[in-house]
């Protein structure tokens, strides 16, 4: 159960989540997104494999980068019987496992996600630091060119392969500033996370979440 503004961080990966009996759409973001939520909301949410949301919904990912879209939208009337299916959970939990029986029932109908999207996330994942390396390797180990990397990732995720590398980079930053003990300075986290300085750190912190990596921190669980 939340209540107020909660600022979600981009991380490449998009949801489907149930909020006061709405399913919806989250994502994928490319800069923070502040949502507004009343006292008592239970959110409820399935992560979908990195990629796989546009096969699911039948539509391209660049549309729906920052969305927050009832999943009728996209299913129309189809999407009316799930909710509602849903919504008789007494439980989060109960919830959750009906949002996944929902979709088990729709996964005959979805198109296989593409091989190369899965590839591009986790070579980008192991090695956010260096995007030109990064994207040498998957040219050739998918065999395509540079043009068709960015554009497989942008039809995938909502953005091309350098968006991708910053986001998973700052999720670095976010895990290794968890972990680590409170004594450790910005300075150390920003060279653990990969970049080339603090001042680097600085300026990705405020073009992704519009705060100082300080701010960031201080909100972290």
């Known amino acids: 159960m939340v209540a107020g503004s909660v600022d979600v961080v981009p991380d490449g990966y998009a949801d489907i989540q149930w909020i006061n009996g709405v399913l919806r759409i ?3 973001d490319r800069t923070v997104n502040a949502e507004e939520l009343s006292a008592g909301t239970i959110i409820v949410g399935l992560r979908f494999q990195p990629g796989a949301l546009g096969r699911w919904l039948g539509t391209k990912a660049p549309e729906l980068v920052n969305g927050r879209v009832a999943l009728e939208a996209f ?3 189809e999407a009316r ?3 509602a299916f849903v919504s008789e959970g007494r439980s989060p939990e109960a919830i959750a496992q009906r949002v996944e029986g929902a979709l088990v029932a729709r996964v005959s109908r979805v198109k296989a996600p593409d091989p190369a999207a899965s590839a591009i996330f986790r070579a980008i994942r192991a090695d956010p630091c ?3 390396e990064v994207t040498r390797h998957l040219c050739e180990s998918l ?3 540079a ?3 960015r554009r497989r990732a942008l039809e995938a995720f909502g953005y091309g392969p350098k968006t991708l590398q910053r986001i998973l980079r700052f999720q670095r930053f976010l895990r290794a500033a968890r972990a680590m003990p409170p004594t450790k300075s910005l300075a150390e986290l ?3 996370a990969g970049y080339a ?3 680097h750190l600085s300026r990705e912190a405020r073009q992704l979440t519009g705060m100082t990596p300080a701010t960031v921190v201080a909100h972290l669980p």
């Open 130 to 132: 260096d995007p030109i």
């Open 75 to 77: 299913w129309g009337a």
């Open 197 to 199: 300085d603090q001042a």
């Open 26 to 28: 989250a994502g994928p």
């Open 81 to 83: 019987r799930p909710a």
């Open 190 to 192: 920003a060279m653990v």
């Open 147 to 149: 043009r068709t990397v």
């Open 143 to 145: 065999g395509m060119s």
